[in-house]
């Protein structure tokens, strides 16, 4: 595992500024540096993913994993800020902290109730969520899939399915009803963007629909689980496409059934977690990377290893 540990700052990475070498001491913070944060976060492919981008953009940046012990969140990333850190992604479990620490949320961060990158200046932290457009980009570009019109059925109620239904309303779905396990969840989730544009478009389902739907989005974790929420087989045979935000080498649970039930299109999150990479990045840098080459790595990297993994 690395850890970025606060204090292997001291031996940490520094600078190598090919005018000054000889003139003068290399300065640590001249290199930006920024870093996903997590616990636990050995398994994140965000350094890989934003190396590849630094690199295609020829920016000059260094990213490394942050370990946070569970109750130490806002003290590691007031240390990373402290040292001269410009920026941090977010994962797993502190998504919510992230959101409670930031000076001013975005307003698709505060839909969400989730940050997932922070933004370090002068002016304060920042907290954006880029999970969403990463998915509608991900949809859109990649799989070619216009969403303006579509008629969507959301699976599950929790903070990866909260994070994505506004950037879907504004990208003019039709319609999205959330389903989930747990009904109440479905329905406290949609009490939440009672004051969201387009919100009449947005209904929680009491009954999995078996028909009427061209797109489904798992945002469940059950595929962690080699599961799949239960969903008619008639509804993915209907759909046009099925989309997982969990990846892995192997399609997950739910993927195989709309396969098995006639779904004409699947996908995986692996593109997801690129194209939020890369909203992140732009965040930060000002600059959109090319998504394409660095999804295209990384899957026939993950081809040949066996995990399933959240896309986030
Ligand atoms: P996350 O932040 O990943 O969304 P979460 O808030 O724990 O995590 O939510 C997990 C979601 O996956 C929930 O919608 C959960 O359904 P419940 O609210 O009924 O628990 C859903 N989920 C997890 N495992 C599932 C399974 N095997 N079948 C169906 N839904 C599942």
């Given at each position: 595992m690395h850890?970025?540990?606060?204090d292997s700052q001291a031996g940490g990475p520094q600078a190598i500024?090919?005018?000054?070498?000889?003139?003068?001491?290399?300065?640590?913070k001249a290199i930006d540096r920024y870093a996903v944060v997590g616990h636990p976060i050995a398994?994140?492919?965000?350094?890989?993913?934003?190396?590849a981008f630094a690199a295609q953009t020829g920016q000059r940046l260094a990213y490394d994993r942050l370990l946070a012990p569970l109750d130490g969140f806002a003290a590691t990333v007031a240390d990373f800020r402290a040292q001269g850190g410009r920026?941090?992604?977010?994962?797993?479990?502190?998504?919510?902290e992230a959101a409670a620490l930031a000076d001013t949320l975005t307003p698709r961060a505060a839909a969400a109730g989730a940050v997932n990158t922070l933004v370090f200046s002068d002016e304060g932290v920042l907290g954006?969520?880029?999970?969403?457009?990463?998915?509608?980009r991900d949809l859109e570009g990649r799989l070619a899939c216009p969403l303006?019109?579509?008629?969507?059925?959301?699976?599950g109620a929790g903070g990866a399915a909260r994070g994505v239904v506004l950037p879907l309303l504004e990208a003019g779905v039709a319609s999205i009803g959330v389903f989930?396990?747990?009904?109440?969840?479905?329905?406290?989730?949609?009490?939440?963007?009672?004051?969201?544009?387009?919100?009449?478009?947005?209904a929680a389902l009491d009954d999995c629909p078996s028909s009427g739907i061209d797109l489904i989005i798992n945002a469940t974790s059950a595929g962690l689980?080699?599961?799949?929420?239960?969903?008619?087989?008639?509804?993915?045979?209907?759909?046009?496409?099925a989309y997982d935000m969990v990846y892995g080498a192997r399609p997950t649970a739910f993927l195989r059934e709309a396969g098995e039930a006639g779904c004409a299109r699947v996908s995986d999150g692996l593109g997801m977690l690129v194209e939020q990479a890369a909203e992140s990045f732009r965040l930060w840098r000002g600059v959109l990377p090319d998504t394409a080459p660095v999804y295209a790595r990384l899957r026939a990297e993950i081809d040949g290893t066996p995990a399933t993994t959240p896309a986030r």
């Open positions: 850890a970025h540990a606060p500024d090919p005018q000054a070498a000889g003139s003068r001491a290399p300065d640590p398994h994140s492919r965000s350094p890989q993913i934003h190396a920026g941090l992604n977010v994962t797993v479990p502190f998504k919510l954006d969520n880029t999970d969403g457009v990463g998915l509608v303006a019109g579509r008629r969507v059925l959301l699976l989930n396990r747990t009904r109440d969840r479905a329905r406290e989730l949609v009490a939440a963007f009672g004051q969201a544009p387009r919100t009449s478009a947005l689980h080699d599961s799949a929420p239960a969903v008619p087989h008639a509804c993915l045979a209907g759909a046009q496409l």
